[in-house]
C-alpha cells in the first residue's frame, strides 16, 4: 500500500487522503502483529518480516511526508537517523551471527506513537476541518513517541551485542 500512498499524497496532492490512508496501513499492520501475540500464531518469518515493514514503513512514509512538507523536516529527519541506525545495526549484527530477540515493550509504544502522529501531522497540514486538532494530538504522540525511540535505541545496544556474542558461540 505505500505506492499507492505515495500516489495519493503527490500524484492526487491529497493530503488528507494520504494522511487517512497512512493511518489505516500503520493501523492494521500494528494490529495484525497484536492479533498474532493474543492467538499464538507467530512465526519466525513473521518475526523477521515484521520489524523489517516497520521500518520500510518508516522510512518510506517519512521520506514521503517530508518531500511534501507536511511534517516538519527536523522531525522526520529525527525518525530517519534513528530507524536507519537500529536497521543497519540489526542487519549488520545479523550478517555476524546475531541471535533474533523479541521487540521491548517499549519499542512496541513507540512504534505506535508514531505511526499514529505522523499521519495525523500530515492531515494538520492539509485543508481538512480536523487539521488544527490533529496537528494537537499528533505533536501530543510525536515527542514521547520519538523520545521512546531514542530510549529503545540505546537500551538495544547491549541487548544486540549479547545476542551477538550468544550467536557467535552457538
Do not use: H
Request: some cysteine; hydrophobic content about 55%; proline content about 4%.
Amino acid at each position: 500500500m505505500l505506492p499507492v500512498f505515495l500516489y495519493v499524497l503527490f500524484g492526487r496532492d491529497n493530503p488528507a487522503g494520504a494522511a487517512w490512508l497512512l493511518g489505516a496501513i500503520s493501523y492494521t499492520d500494528w494490529i495484525d502483529g497484536w492479533v498474532a501475540r493474543k492467538l499464538n500464531q507467530t512465526s519466525v518469518f513473521g518475526s523477521v518480516f515484521d520489524p523489517f515493514v516497520d521500518r520500510m514503513l518508516f522510512i518510506v512514509a517519512t521520506l514521503g511526508v517530508m518531500i511534501d512538507g507536511g511534517v516538519p523536516r527536523w522531525f522526520c529527519i529525527a525518525i530517519l537517523v534513528r530507524e536507519i541506525a537500529v536497521g543497519g545495526a540489526m542487519l549488520v549484527a545479523t550478517f555476524f551471527g546475531m541471535q533474533r530477540f523479541a521487540v521491548s515493550y517499549w519499542g512496541k509504544w513507540y512504534t505506535l506513537f508514531l505511526m499514529t502522529s505522523v499521519p495525523l501531522l500530515l492531515l494538520g497540514s492539509s485543508t481538512s476541518g480536523l487539521a488544527d486538532g490533529a496537528t494537537l494530538l499528533g505533536w501530543i504522540l510525536a515527542v514521547p513517541g520519538l523520545c521512546l525511540s531514542y530510549y529503545t535505541a540505546v537500551v538495544y545496544v547491549p541487548v544486540i551485542r549479547a545476542n551477538l556474542r550468544a550467536g557467535r558461540v552457538g
